[in-house]
C-alpha cells in the first residue's frame, strides 16, 4: 500500500479557555436564563462598587459586557447594555468620581460594546452563539481538506498534494479533489483554480469542491469536466469560471487520461529519457463560460520511474517570465528530488517556492511510479 503526504497551510490553532466558553454557551442554558444570570451579576457587581469604589472599578463592567456579546442575541444585546449604562449612572450618583475618571470609563465600556454589538450582528440569523460560527467554519474547513486525501494506491505507487492559500488565507480558491475511479481499480484527481482570491474565491470554491467531489469516479472521466462545466454555468455567479485538471489513473496498467480546461499543462517526467513533456497538448476552455464544451483527452501510459505533476498556475506564474518559464522552473525544481530517487516533498516545494511568492492561491498533485 502506498503512503501519501498532503501539506495545507491551515491553522487550526484555538484557545482552550475559548473552546470551553463556547461549549459553555452552546450547549449550556436557554438565552433567558443566561440574560436572567447575566442581569443577576450585574446588579451584584453594582452593589460591590457602590459599597467599595475605591477597590473595584466601574471598568470591570466588560467582563460582563463580553460575556454578553457571546451569549445574547442583538435585541437583549442592546436591552443588557441599557441596564449596564444605567448601573453606571446610578453609581456615580451614590459614589462620584472625577471627571477624567469619567471619561476613561464611558470610552471603555463605549468601545467594548460597539465590539461585541458587531460580534452579535455578524452572526444574526445564524442561529448560533458564542465562537459557534467559527466552529462551524473549523469543521467546514476540515470536511473541505478531507475531500482531497489521496486514495490507496497499489504498491510502487505513490501521491501527494500540497495547497497553500496567497498571504497564509485560511480559504482558498485552489483545489484539490481525489477519488476512487468510475472504473473498477482505478483513481481519479482533479486539480481546479476557481477565479478570484480571497474569501469571496474561498467560499465559492468551498461550494465547488463539495459539487466536483460529488461528481469525481461517479461519472465517466471523459464526461467529467463536461458536467462540472455545466454545474458552473447553472450557478451564473459573477466570477463564475474555473480552471481544472482531470486524471484518471489506472495502476493495474500504468496507463492514465488528462483532460484540461483552460487549466496549465500537466507535466510528465519520463524515467527513460530524463526529459519532461506537457501531457495535455490539447486542452479545452476555462469551466462555467458556456454550456456544451468540448474538453479533449490524452492518454498515456506512467512507467517505472515516471512521474506525473499537475499545478494551478500561481505555482508557476510571475509578472516578469512568460508560461513557459514556469513550466521549465518545475522541472528545476524538481532535479534535487530526482538525484534523491524519490519525489516525495516536490508537491510542498513547488508551493513553497512559487515563481510568484505567496500572494497566489498555490496548489500541486504530484504522481509518481517505482
Avoid at 77 to 99: E, H, I, M
Avoid at 173 to 190: K, Q, T
Avoid at 254 to 272: E, K, L, Q
Avoid at 295 to 305: C, D, M, Y
Amino acid at each position: 500500500m502506498a503512503t501519501h503526504a498532503q501539506s495545507v497551510s491551515y491553522s487550526n490553532r484555538s484557545s482552550g479557555w475559548l473552546a470551553l466558553l463556547d461549549r459553555a454557551v452552546t450547549r449550556g442554558p436557554g438565552e433567558p436564563v443566561r440574560l436572567a444570570v447575566l442581569l443577576a451579576l450585574t446588579i451584584g457587581l453594582f452593589a460591590v462598587i457602590v459599597r467599595f469604589p475605591d477597590e473595584v472599578p466601574r471598568e470591570t463592567f466588560t467582563s460582563l459586557i463580553i460575556l454578553a456579546g457571546l451569549a445574547l442575541s442583538v435585541p437583549r444585546l442592546v436591552a443588557y447594555f441599557g441596564v449596564v449604562l444605567g448601573c453606571v449612572a446610578v453609581s456615580w450618583v451614590l459614589a462620584p468620581a472625577t471627571a477624567w475618571r469619567g471619561v476613561i470609563v464611558v470610552g471603555t465600556l463605549s468601545l467594548t460594546m460597539g465590539a461585541m454589538f458587531m460580534l452579535a450582528r455578524s452572526r444574526e440569523g445564524l442561529g448560533v452563539y458564542g465562537t459557534g460560527g467559527e466552529r462551524l467554519l473549523r469543521d467546514l474547513r476540515r470536511r473541505h481538506r478531507q475531500l482531497g486525501e489521496m486514495p490507496a494506491l497499489p504498491a510502487g505507487w505513490y501521491a501527494e498534494c500540497a495547497i497553500a492559500g496567497a498571504h497564509g488565507d485560511a480559504f482558498l480558491g485552489d483545489l484539490v479533489l481525489s477519488a476512487e475511479g468510475y472504473h473498477p481499480h482505478h483513481a481519479e484527481f482533479c486539480v481546479a483554480d476557481i477565479s478570484g482570491k480571497g474569501l469571496r474565491a474561498g467560499t465559492r470554491a468551498m461550494t465547488v469542491a463539495a459539487a466536483f467531489s460529488g461528481l469525481l469516479g461517479q461519472v465517466e472521466p471523459a464526461d467529467f469536466l463536461d458536467a462540472a462545466n455545466s454545474y458552473l454555468v447553472r450557478q451564473r455567479w459573477a466570477e463564475g469560471f474555473a480552471t481544472a485538471a482531470h486524471l484518471d489513473l489506472d495502476p493495474t496498467l500504468g496507463r492514465f487520461s488528462v483532460s484540461c480546461a483552460g487549466h496549465p499543462p500537466v507535466m510528465r517526467y519520463c524515467g527513460d529519457s530524463g526529459a519532461w513533456i506537457e501531457v495535455s497538448t490539447a486542452r479545452g476552455p476555462a469551466l462555467g463560460l458556456m454550456e456544451h464544451l468540448s474538453f479533449p483527452q490524452t492518454t498515456g501510459e506512467l512507467r517505472p520511474g515516471d512521474a506525473l505533476v499537475v499545478f494551478t498556475d500561481g505555482v508557476i506564474e510571475s509578472r516578469d517570465s512568460e508560461l513557459a518559464d514556469g513550466i521549465d522552473w518545475v522541472g528545476g525544481v524538481a532535479e534535487r528530488y530526482l538525484r534523491a530517487g524519490s519525489f516525495a516533498g516536490l508537491a510542498g516545494a513547488l508551493i513553497g517556492a512559487a515563481r510568484g511568492g505567496d500572494g497566489d492561491d498555490r496548489a500541486a498533485l504530484v504522481i509518481w511510479r517505482r
